[in-house]
């Protein structure tokens, strides 16, 4: 029995720019919040039912915020997920290095 090939492509980095879905850098923007979002619950070992509680919202939606269901969700309110789990939220604008090329968003969460 033959293995069937799969086409194998690296990626720039945001997978949804390279599937060239619309809005793909909020997209990105919002599972990165949501990864670290799962992360820290994770870290804090809390059931869904009380990281819901922590942030607003039922067991029900935070499973499916956790399963990639956000699209309901604002990057603002995501932000301020984070900040229900006791996490400080910067945005820092500065020029871009290569001129003429449009600037981009970027998470970097810090572990501590």
């Known amino acids: 029995m033959a293995k069937a090939r799969i086409a194998v492509h690296e990626t720039k980095g945001n ?6 879905l619309p809005d793909a850098d909020t997209h990105f923007l919002k599972a990165q919040i949501v990864a670290e979002l799962y ?3 994770n870290a804090r070992k809390l ?6 509680v922590l942030m607003g919202i ?3 939606e ?8 956000f699209r309901e969700y604002s990057v ?6 984070l900040t229900e ?6 945005i820092v604008v500065r020029p871009r290095r290569k001129t ?3 600037g981009h968003i970027s998470f970097k969460p810090v572990t501590a």
């Open 39 to 41: 992360r820290l619950t």
């Open 62 to 69: 935070v499973s499916r915020l956790f399963k990639g269901n």
């Open 76 to 81: 603002e309110r995501l932000m301020e997920f």
């Open 100 to 102: 003429g090329e449009r």
């Open 47 to 52: 059931t869904q039912a009380k990281a819901g």
């Open 58 to 60: 039922s067991q029900p």
């Open 85 to 90: 789990f006791d996490r400080d939220v910067e």
């Open 15 to 20: 997978i949804f720019a390279d599937l060239a």
